[in-house]
């Protein structure tokens, strides 16, 4: 006997089953160099193209437009980070994608060159 719930059951449970389908029931390593800001892109010389999972290949299109960081790349596929970064550890191990550190943040400047700089260009340009 059926009830009214139960497709609402059943896309609940395949919600949960596919991150561990997605990842070969793998998960992710502790000391991953991977963190949210960490930049990927296309490689410039991917391998020979053998056939990838449909997952695999999203994020391999996602990526062709340049550098994305891994939680923007969790953002525009809705798959949680932790899958993001798995698949993306696969791809770069296998040599499809290329991966780099964030962009460390800009180190303040003294507030006295500041004003240099500006009285500089009062100076030449009024």
Same mark, same amino acid.
């Not at 997605?22 to 949210?36: H, W, Y």
């Not at 191990?93 to 009062?122: C, D, F, K, M, T």
């Given at each position: 006997m059926t009830t009214?719930d139960?497709p609402e059951?059943?896309?609940?449970?395949a919600g949960?089953?596919?991150?561990?389908?997605?990842t070969?029931?793998r998960?992710l390593?502790?000391d991953?160099?991977?963190?949210?800001?960490?930049?990927?892109?296309? $490689?410039?010389? *991917?391998?020979h %193209?053998?056939?990838l999972?449909?997952e695999k290949?999203s994020? +391999?299109?996602?990526?062709?437009?340049?550098?994305?960081?891994?939680?923007e790349?969790?953002?525009?596929?809705?798959?949680?980070?932790?899958?993001?970064?798995i698949l993306v550890?696969?791809?770069?191990?296998e040599?499809?994608l290329y991966?780099? $550190?964030?962009i *460390?943040s800009? %180190?303040?400047?003294?507030?006295?060159i500041l004003?240099e700089? +500006?009285n500089g260009?009062?100076?030449?340009?009024?």
């Amino acid at each position: 006997m059926t009830t009214d719930d139960e497709p609402e059951l059943v896309q609940e449970a395949a919600g949960l089953v596919r991150p561990y389908v997605i990842t070969n029931g793998r998960d992710l390593v502790e000391d991953s160099a991977f963190s949210l800001l960490t930049l990927v892109t296309v $490689a410039q010389e *991917p391998p020979h %193209q053998k056939p990838l999972d449909p997952e695999k290949q999203s994020l +391999l299109e996602l990526c062709a437009g340049g550098f994305l960081s891994i939680a923007e790349i969790a953002g525009h596929t809705g798959f949680p980070v932790g899958i993001v970064k798995i698949l993306v550890f696969d791809l770069t191990e296998e040599g499809h994608l290329y991966a780099r $550190a964030p962009i *460390p943040s800009a %180190q303040l400047v003294e507030r006295q060159i500041l004003e240099e700089v +500006l009285n500089g260009l009062q100076a030449r340009f009024g």
